[in-house]
């Protein structure tokens, strides 16, 4: 008992979520990690700010990038992946500006969130996959390590305020 109980204490101590971290870049796999419970790791983004998407869908005919991501790309048509013989669909996009983008698959003519991305969020339904591209450093809205105290605030510098926390 004591054996299987370090074994899966190992394991589960050498997986770690790429999609989750407190630094400032959570979309970059610095340490090549497959996010918990994913097929593959996507979407993945370069230091160069290049992009690549990734679903594993063996059977699947067509496979299209859509959303506000395409406005990042200047492109009004959805843009199609490739499938390679280990049946993942690859798509490799960019570069983009720094920001946050929203974007669905379409598998089959079904628009589906990323399966892999754990970055996601709804406005009223259907939901979204979000992607991060991040610039040089931290952006305004990144966690930020908070000085030694017994609480911390996060002020965001709105205009009302001029910038003022």
């Known amino acids: 008992m004591t054996l299987f109980v370090a074994t899966a204490a190992a394991s589960f101590t050498s997986a770690q979520q790429s999609h989750v971290n407190l630094d400032w870049a959570p979309q970059k796999n610095t340490q090549g990690l497959v996010p918990f419970s994913a097929a593959v790791n996507s979407p993945e983004v370069s230091d160069d700010h290049m992009v690549i998407f990734r679903v594993k869908a063996p059977d699947a005919h067509e496979v299209l990038l859509s959303g506000s991501v395409l406005l990042g790309l200047k492109e009004s048509k959805p843009l199609p992946f ?10 490799k996009v960019g570069p983009f500006e720094p920001e946050i983008y929203y974007y669905k698959l379409v598998i089959d003519g079904v628009s589906v969130d990323d399966p892999s991305n754990t970055l996601t969020g709804f406005a009223g ?6 992607l991060v591209v991040h610039g040089d450093g931290p952006a305004y809205y990144d966690a930020k390590k908070c000085p030694p105290r017994n609480s911390c605030k ?8 001029k910038g003022r926390a």
């Open 82 to 91: 490739t499938k390679g013989e280990d049946g993942i669909w690859t798509l």
């Open 125 to 130: 339904m259907p939901s979204f996959s979000i």
């Open 154 to 161: 996060a002020y965001l510098p709105f205009r009302c305020n």
